[in-house]
């Protein structure tokens, strides 16, 4: 089946430091969501991404959809202390498949 | 607009006992995926429903475990004679699933406690 890889798993950074964090598949894909999650709240979206290449930014997100449409990355610049949380890839590989996500990674942000 | 609603936010049962997670997708939206996340894990997928249909339940348990989707009403995610293993946050979503533009969007979770 399909499988996301995430990295890093965890990271902990200064407040104000620019961070990246990127997700890798052996499939190819259609979409690409990133989801932040919050303790004990659900996922929020937080930037879709449609076509190989594409470039999309949401304020001081920005992610990119890979060439090869097998990976994508997230950056976020200027981190601040509500930027802690869980992000997370999903893709919507085949239309009437179910959405698969990655493990994650767990960002710290230290004052 | 609301967005997907889950209740409860919190329930709690003994073992044995039935678990009955309610879902209402977005106004309009006709497509409700189920998934559960263990403490410090990602999410799982369990089961994808239209109105009226499974279309995926390849991650959701054989036995003990169902969902629904009606024509009228919530999607119901069902736990049968539940055990401690089942206690987990489930989180229900959905979905417009147009041709072109898909996104999933989470309701709030139950977390449910089995003691």
């Known amino acids: 089946g399909q499988q996301l890889n995430q990295s890093p798993q965890s990271m902990f950074i200064q407040e104000g430091e620019d961070v990246s964090m990127n997700c890798t598949s052996s499939?190819?894909?259609?979409?690409w969501l990133w989801y932040k999650q919050d303790p004990g709240e659900g996922p929020v979206l937080l930037i879709a991404?449609?076509?190989?290449?594409e470039l999309t930014s949401n304020g001081r997100l920005t992610a990119q959809f890979g060439i090869t449409r097998k990976d994508s990355f997230l950056n976020i610049s200027a981190s601040i202390p509500s930027d802690v949380g869980i992000y997370f890839c999903?893709?919507?590989?085949?239309?009437?498949?179910?959405?698969?996500f990655g493990p994650g990674t767990r960002l710290s942000v230290l004052p | 607009n609301a967005g997907v609603m889950q209740n409860p936010r919190h329930l709690v049962r003994r073992r044995g006992q039935e678990a009955r997670l309610r879902c209402s997708p977005v106004?309009?939206?006709?497509?409700v995926y189920w998934y559960r996340q263990l403490p410090e894990e990602g999410l799982k997928f369990m089961v994808y429903?239209?109105?009226?249909?499974?279309?995926?339940e390849s991650g959701m348990p054989k036995e003990r475990f169902s969902a629904e989707f009606p024509k009228e009403g919530p999607s119901i995610l069902r736990i049968q004679q539940v055990v401690r293993g089942d206690s987990a946050a489930y989180f229900c979503?959905?979905?417009?699933?147009?041709?072109?533009?898909?996104?999933?969007?989470f309701g709030s979770g139950t977390q449910l406690s089995v003691l």
């Open positions: 979503a959905s979905s417009p699933r147009t041709a072109k533009g898909e996104k999933l969007f």
């Open positions: 499939s190819i894909f259609n979409t």
């Open positions: 991404l449609y076509k190989a290449g």
């Open positions: 999903a893709e919507d590989g085949n239309y009437g498949q179910n959405f698969v």
């Open positions: 106004k309009g939206h006709s497509h």
């Open positions: 429903l239209q109105k009226e249909n499974i279309i995926d």
